[in-house]
């Protein structure tokens, strides 16, 4: 017969063994290195410059532009350029006041009689110096000078109101710049009022317009810092700046507009392109910088992991400047700490670390 008591006194005794076992293998403190070493790769923290800047896209456009129409009717003819020895093209560089070209209409012309109006203004200029003349010595009246100075005053407005028309049969190039339209005309047709001859643009200063974040609307101002990138361009990095800022916020886009102007000395860039711009509203000469994507956020505040003898360390941060990229860190890391790039992603404080390149 089984003594029911010393069998219970035997499973208690038993269950408190393995009850003491299971404490003895699972119940350690989590904080406690493993024999585990989790491979992670590893950079020194230093200082070094540190920008933060808002990042955004647009098309830029040409500073000076214009499109040239036919002012009067008159026969086509596309002048020589004298530089390249051939008629204007697109492409060509052509200076102010440059005439690009003609048109001719005789009809106008004759109606406008230049030399008979030069003649008249010549005549009528003579005669008010003569009157003046007389004047003084009292050979005439005041209303015969009058009269003589009126007369002077119609026969200037008449001539340089001739040369005005004459100009309209002359396509000028109002600024410095390079053609970039001219549709072809056969030499000598006859084309008409208000008709598109050339296009001309000055790029070598270029515009972006650019709509923002709300958000960002207290960290712009004029006169900031910009850099402007082309993805077909990736070795050339042209420099502008802020020139305005509305201080409206659009109540449909909840974005704000601004304006960039890009100095473009060597026209690498050209009107139409999409570029992406940077904007630095921030900029610290010594700053202690990391990547961005290595910060983990937990319910402390952000953290990261640096490595000491050979066992990961977490760390909670404070940080500063920001960009896409990099961040600030002013508090929680200091100049030379060794910091986990790489496999921070499974590190708890105290996990024993195998480092690798």
């Known amino acids: 017969m089984i003594n029911i008591k010393e069998f219970i006194v035997k499973r208690r005794h038993f269950l408190l063994l393995i009850g003491l076992f299971l404490i003895g293998c699972g119940g350690q403190d989590t904080n406690v290195a493993t024999d585990i070493s989790i491979p992670v790769s590893v950079e ?74 030069k ?19 009292g050979g005439v009246t005041l209303r015969e000078l009058i009269n003589s100075q009126k007369a002077y005053k119609d026969a200037q407005y008449n001539y340089d109101y001739s040369l005005l028309q004459l100009a309209k049969l002359k396509i000028i190039v109002p600024f410095n710049g390079v053609i970039v339209e001219l549709p072809y005309y056969t030499p000598g047709v006859k084309i ?3 008709m598109s001859m050339a296009q001309i643009m000055n790029y070598s200063k270029l515009y972006l317009d650019i709509n923002l974040p709300g958000k960002d609307l207290g960290k712009m101002k004029t006169g900031q810092p910009v850099r402007l990138m082309n993805y ?21 886009t909840r974005s704000f507009l601004a304006y960039i102007e890009i100095a473009n000395p060597k026209l690498i860039m050209r009107p139409g392109m999409f570029v992406k711009a940077e904007i630095i509203v921030a900029r ?16 402390r505040g952000k953290s990261v992991f640096i490595v000491e003898r050979g066992v990961a360390r977490e ?20 100049a030379n700490d060794r910091l986990v790039v790489k496999g921070f992603e499974t590190l708890r404080n105290r996990s024993k670390v195998k480092i690798i390149r």
């Open 44 to 117: 020194e923290v230093k200082p070094k410059p540190m920008e933060e800047f808002v990042t955004t896209t647009g098309t830029v456009n040409a500073m000076e532009e214009a499109t040239l129409n036919s002012e009067t009717a008159g026969y086509y003819y596309l002048l020589i350029n004298k530089t390249t020895g051939k008629p204007f093209a697109l492409g060509d560089f052509v200076k102010k006041g440059r005439e690009i070209i003609r048109l001719d209409n005789p009809e106008l012309e004759n109606n406008i009689k230049i030399e008979s109006q």
């Open 119 to 137: 003649l008249n203004l010549d005549i009528s200029k003579r005669e008010y110096e003569k009157q003046q003349s007389l004047y003084k010595k």
């Open 315 to 334: 760390r909670i941060i404070s940080t500063g400047l920001e960009n896409p990229d990099e961040v600030e860190v002013v508090q929680g890391l200091k």
């Open 192 to 194: 008409s009022t208000n």
């Open 284 to 299: 610290r000469d010594s700053a202690l910088v990391i990547p961005k994507d290595i910060i983990l956020s937990k319910r």
């Open 232 to 252: 077909s361009l990736a070795n050339d990095t042209l420099n502008g700046f802020i020139t305005q800022v509305s201080p409206a916020i659009n109540p449909d």
